[in-house]
């Protein structure tokens, strides 16, 4: 790993034992557009994040991906459907029932989204603003990192 981020194995084995309470508190949303259906709708496991998460990583914190792949419990996963061109271009998808009720719609599908939502942003009360998050990542208004602050000036 070390090799790879081309960083001093001492200072990847400091990384990887750190506490990380403070990055806890400044958990960003990751968004995450995927072309083919996952087998469920539930959270990603590590194995399965952590190349899209490497993939999206800012060039100025080589350490980004692992620090989130480490906290992956601390965030809720909420999966969309994006159908362009059709009235419902986006469809929230939860659960393994979703291949029996949906699986003509499906059939069709252009991509799906994966977003993980920090669990201390409560996000009870603003499903609104997270399906305009949503379709602001799928039409290419918002990169793959939101702040908790470009969230909350969205209108709900």
Same mark, same amino acid.
């Given at each position: 790993?070390?090799?790879?981020?081309?960083?001093? =194995?001492? &200072?990847?084995?400091?990384?990887?034992?750190?506490?990380?309470?403070?990055? *806890?508190?400044?958990?960003?949303?990751?968004?995450?557009?995927?072309?083919? %259906? =996952?087998?469920?709708?539930?959270?990603?496991?590590?194995?399965?994040?952590?190349?899209?998460?490497?993939?999206? %990583?800012?060039? @100025?914190? =080589?350490? !980004?991906?692992?620090? *989130?792949? %480490?906290?992956? *419990?601390?965030?809720?996963?909420?999966?969309?459907? +994006?159908?362009?061109?059709?009235?419902?271009?986006?469809?929230?998808?939860?659960?393994?029932?979703?291949?029996?009720?949906?699986?003509?719609? &499906?059939?069709?599908?252009?991509?799906?989204?994966?977003?993980?939502?920090? *669990?201390? !942003?409560?996000?009870?009360? +603003?499903?609104? %603003?997270?399906?305009?998050?949503?379709?602001?990542?799928?039409?290419?208004?918002?990169?793959?990192?939101?702040?908790?602050?470009?969230?909350?000036?969205? @209108?709900?």
């Amino acid at each position: 790993m070390a090799a790879t981020l081309n960083l001093d =194995p001492t &200072m990847v084995l400091n990384f990887c034992s750190q506490d990380l309470e403070d990055v *806890r508190n400044s958990l960003e949303l990751i968004s995450l557009k995927i072309s083919h %259906r =996952p087998d469920a709708f539930t959270h990603p496991s590590l194995a399965s994040i952590l190349p899209f998460l490497e993939s999206i %990583r800012p060039q @100025d914190s =080589p350490t !980004w991906h692992l620090t *989130r792949a %480490r906290l992956l *419990r601390d965030y809720e996963s909420a999966w969309f459907l +994006h159908t362009p061109g059709t009235d419902k271009q986006l469809k929230l998808l939860s659960g393994v029932e979703c291949f029996k009720s949906e699986s003509d719609e &499906m059939a069709n599908e252009k991509s799906y989204l994966l977003l993980l939502i920090p *669990r201390f !942003w409560n996000l009870e009360n +603003h499903w609104a %603003r997270l399906f305009t998050c949503a379709g602001l990542v799928v039409n290419q208004g918002f990169g793959p990192i939101i702040s908790k602050k470009e969230f909350e000036q969205l @209108d709900s």
